[in-house]
């Protein structure tokens, strides 16, 4: 069974830094492409980040460029959000998500992790 | 980028079809027929429903369809039941390795 668990959120003061991660299991983590997404409290998914298998490319949404890093270690099956200089509008559920093989979209999502910014 | 335009909310009785659109721009929507439908409940994950415009996993029941024309795609969900109840989001590839989530819309069960 695919499986997701995304841990290291909590209360960070605005300015400050986290780190996200990503334990996967149930499947080849090094063959495939992942995504983080966010979900701001009552508000719609957004798409933040994106790394490819082998960590050659990475892509950031306009809104998170500069202040966050995505990295995986596919020899500890895990994926990493790296969020410095956080904002109040950075609060939400932060998902981990398995992008299809072959594919465009995220087959297998995680629980998510909650990241409050706030003094 | 912008999110894409879903409307806020649909409603339907048991048994009945509701459409959900999904409206982009050439550049996102109207360019690549990599458009994805999540389901998410209450405080739950999210769930693929229906990715490539119109394929479905195949653990998604058959009541759910995807198309697409121009700009906009759309979610179609016939003999509702109490189940599908949920909150809906679309997606877009956006080309470069970036996607766009849709503004997300409440399917009710009436």
């Known amino acids: 069974e695919v499986q997701l668990v995304e841990s290291g959120g909590g209360l960070v003061q605005p300015g400050g830094s986290l780190r996200l991660s990503c334990a996967a299991s149930?499947?080849?983590?090094?063959?495939?492409?992942m995504n983080w997404v966010r979900q701001a409290p009552g508000k719609g998914l957004e798409w933040i980040s994106y790394i490819t298998l082998n960590s050659k490319t990475k892509t950031y949404a306009d809104s998170v460029k500069g202040r966050f890093t995505i990295s995986r270690d596919n020899a500890k099956k895990s994926l990493f959000l790296h969020m410095n200089s956080l904002r109040v509008e950075d609060t939400g559920v932060y998902y981990c998500?398995?992008?299809?093989?072959?594919?465009?979209?995220?087959?297998?999502w995680g629980q998510g992790t909650l990241v409050t910014v706030s003094s | 980028q912008s999110a894409l335009t879903q409307p806020r909310s649909v409603s339907g009785s048991p048994g009945q079809s509701v459409t959900i659109s999904c409206t982009g721009t050439?550049?996102?929507?109207?360019?690549?027929?990599?458009v994805s439908w999540y389901q998410q409940h209450p405080g739950k994950a999210p769930k693929l429903m229906i990715y490539?415009?119109?394929k479905r996993p195949s653990e998604v029941p058959d009541r759910f369809s995807g198309s697409k024309s121009g700009n906009t795609a759309s979610l179609t969900i016939s003999g509702l039941q109490t189940e599908d109840e949920a909150d809906y989001y679309c997606c877009s590839y956006a080309g470069s390795y970036t996607w766009v989530f849709g503004t997300g819309t409440k399917v009710t069960v009436l």
């Open positions: 490539d415009v119109n």
């Open positions: 149930g499947f080849i983590f090094s063959s495939y492409d």
């Open positions: 998500a398995r992008t299809a093989v072959a594919g465009t979209e995220s087959d297998n």
């Open positions: 050439s550049s996102d929507v109207g360019d690549y027929n990599y």
